[in-house]
């Protein structure tokens, strides 16, 4: 972009062109297509996501079937079934809430996680390899950073009422002592979203994939899973394990989520380090998702 | 004279070292109906993406609709249609809503949209394929859905990129015969072919492009009039043969052309160099007297066929 200053007239051009331009375009045609990009390059991540949202619909009963689904199934499995184990065992050994309650706002942050990893992963290098839809939103007056920035607030339509959903059972499953607990909902979407722009991110790098995707699940996001002190304690890992969980944001996610559910104790600075990191995590893989896709879609 | 849609002077974009746009000029007016005929690898695409504002120049002037693309790239596309290469329609959705949802990436209101769908729906003669998933629509068929997505923002400048590529040839035809109606309706139509029969039936004007440059530019007929003769008869004596035998038709026609399954004859009289070849005492295996064409022109400009 150039960055001389150009005195332009003409009220539509208000606002949404600064900057461009050495000398005010003054025939009609170009007045005309002024007029015309001022709705697109302002609301554009909308429509990107208006798009997105309803290709999901494509297999929103898979979406349904799991918002409703795994709720249930990990609430009841681990939550009431491990849980009649780990209650008797552990119950006078410091634990201060049921195991219900420990782990639940953990699987509501790894629920997040879950849907991220779908919805940032395969569909990101379909959209640019296999059908190859970003490059058609391209030629349309959308750029590149609105179909970063519609393809994360697409998945937000359906990772937040997933999460309310999922949250609304632990209710029901009686998990949620703290009053202030539905902030574990904005705990559990932030966590998933910090995954989902680093992982967005990086597929946004991939030509081809020979295997990467599944590798980096397979070898990434499940040991997240497991070491993120999502079913114990991180201080139950040996110390020399412990950094894994530091440095996931799993981990983070879920620490604060178990601040907000049932008070969880730690200290303040833990709680702020806990919400920057995540931020961290987001906005570096945000930044670095608009930059990859600008850089690949202007070939 | 209006003003030009597009101007593009000593337009180059470089890959490292390799200038797959090699500073052409060119500009194309109001209404007109544009080619770049060229084989594969020609940069046409390229430049076409360029004009499409989604491809950075490395240098030259590049101004359509007298905004410059570094500057203006949404407001330019939001004026442009643009059919690529290869279909990138939504598979996820069905036949029209692709239109609709295209639609809306303009700024358009819903219920202009919708309405328009349905008008474009007909144009592309796909009412019956409305619900349709786009995997289950032939080559063709998602060819013309793609051009009625092109059009769902009323565009001023249509850029085709080898609009018939890869389709049959009755498919072809119905292309031809809906992008014809759109030249009539005064639609700037940019395109981009490596068929010589396209470029004759739907270009007023074109350019011959070859690695990256412009090497002629002319409407059709006026192509085939400064650069090639008004018949060419072709003969065949084998592919052993051809080469041998060339030599004996020095001075016969205006100039010929010895391709390895044939040989070109150019002339305004085909029949009268067929019948100087067979008193040389040469019976060629096959023979035809037609019509120069553009496929001509590139010949005689590169030395090299279209389609290699």
Redesign the interface.
Same mark, same amino acid.
């Given at each position: 972009? &150039?960055g001389t200053e150009s005195p332009r007239g003409g009220s539509v051009a208000a606002g949404s /062109?600064s900057g461009?331009?050495a000398q005010g375009?003054? &025939?009609e045609? /170009?007045r /005309?297509?002024?007029a015309?990009?001022? %709705?697109?390059?302002r609301?554009?991540a909308l429509?990107?996501a208006?798009?997105r949202t309803? &290709?999901m619909a /494509?297999y929103k009963g898979t979406i349904i079937a799991t918002g409703i689904g795994n709720p249930v199934v990990y609430l009841f499995a681990l939550g009431v079934g491990l849980a009649t184990l780990v209650d008797a065992n552990v119950g006078g050994a410091g634990a201060t809430v049921s195991y219900l309650t420990f782990v639940a706002p953990a699987l509501l942050a790894s629920a997040a996680v879950t849907i991220a990893t779908e919805e940032f992963s395969y569909p990101i290098l379909g959209a640019f390899k296999w059908?190859?839809?970003f490059?058609?939103?391209?030629? &349309?007056?959308?750029?590149p950073r609105q179909i970063v920035d519609g393809q994360m607030l697409s998945v937000l339509v359906r990772m937040v009422p997933s999460c309310i959903v999922y949250f609304l059972f632990m209710l029901v499953f009686g998990a949620v002592p703290s009053p202030i607990g539905w902030l574990s909902i904005l705990a559990a979407v932030a966590t998933g979203m910090a995954v989902g722009a680093v992982l967005m991110s990086y597929v946004s790098t991939l030509q081809t994939d020979s295997g990467q995707i599944a590798l980096l699940m397979r070898f990434g996001l499940t040991p997240m899973f497991l070491f993120s002190g999502t079913f114990f304690p991180l201080a139950q890992l040996p110390a020399y394990l412990q950094w894994i969980g530091w440095i996931s944001p799993l981990w983070h996610g879920t620490e604060l989520g178990r601040v907000f559910s049932y008070g969880a104790p730690e200290p303040i600075w833990l709680t702020v380090a806990h919400v920057l990191y995540l931020a961290a995590w987001f906005v570096f893989g945000w930044l670095a998702s608009r930059r990859v896709t600008a850089r690949r %879609?202007?070939? | 004279m209006p003003a030009p849609v597009i101007v593009a002077s000593d337009l180059t974009k470089k890959y490292k070292d390799f200038a797959a746009v090699d500073g052409i000029s060119f500009e194309v007016a109001p209404g007109e109906s544009f080619g770049l005929l060229g084989p594969n690898g020609a940069g046409k695409s390229t430049t076409m993406r360029m004009v499409g504002a989604v491809s950075t120049r490395t240098s030259g002037d590049l101004r359509i609709l007298d905004l410059d693309p570094n500057d203006y790239g949404p407001e330019i596309r939001s004026q442009l249609g643009v059919v690529p290469q290869a279909d990138n329609l939504d598979v996820e959705l069905k036949a029209r809503d692709n239109l609709v949802v295209y639609g809306r990436y303009f700024g358009l209101p819903r219920k202009v949209v919708q309405q328009r769908a349905d008008e474009l729906m007909a144009f592309a003669q796909l009412e019956d394929k409305v619900k349709a998933k786009v995997d289950d629509l032939s080559g063709g068929m998602k060819r013309r859905l793609t051009i009625a997505r092109a059009l769902i923002n009323d565009p001023r400048i249509l850029l085709l990129d080898e609009p018939t590529t890869g389709l049959d040839p009755q498919a072809r035809h119905i292309l031809w015969d809906r992008l014809f109606r759109l030249k009539e309706q005064g639609t700037t139509l940019v395109l981009t072919t490596h068929y010589m029969d396209e470029a004759e039936q739907l270009c007023d004007r074109l350019v011959v492009v070859d690695k990256g440059s412009i090497m002629a530019e002319g409407s059709p007929a006026a192509l085939i009039r400064q650069y090639s003769s008004r018949e060419v008869l072709e003969v065949r004596f084998g592919s052993d043969r051809n080469e041998q035998v060339a030599e004996q038709l020095a001075g016969i026609g205006e100039r010929v052309e010895v391709l390895p399954d044939r040989i070109l004859v150019y002339s305004e009289d085909g029949e009268a160099e067929l019948n100087h070849i067979t008193e040389l005492g040469l019976h060629p295996l096959t023979s035809l007297v037609r019509r120069s064409s553009l496929e001509d022109v590139f010949l005689r400009l590169t030395g090299r066929s279209l389609i290699e």
């Open positions: 972009m &150039s /062109a461009r331009g375009p003054q &025939s045609m /170009a /005309a297509a002024i015309a990009g001022t %709705l697109p390059r609301w554009g429509y990107v208006e798009h309803r &290709s /494509a059908n190859p839809t490059f058609a939103i391209n030629a &349309s007056p959308i750029s %879609l202007n070939k | -």
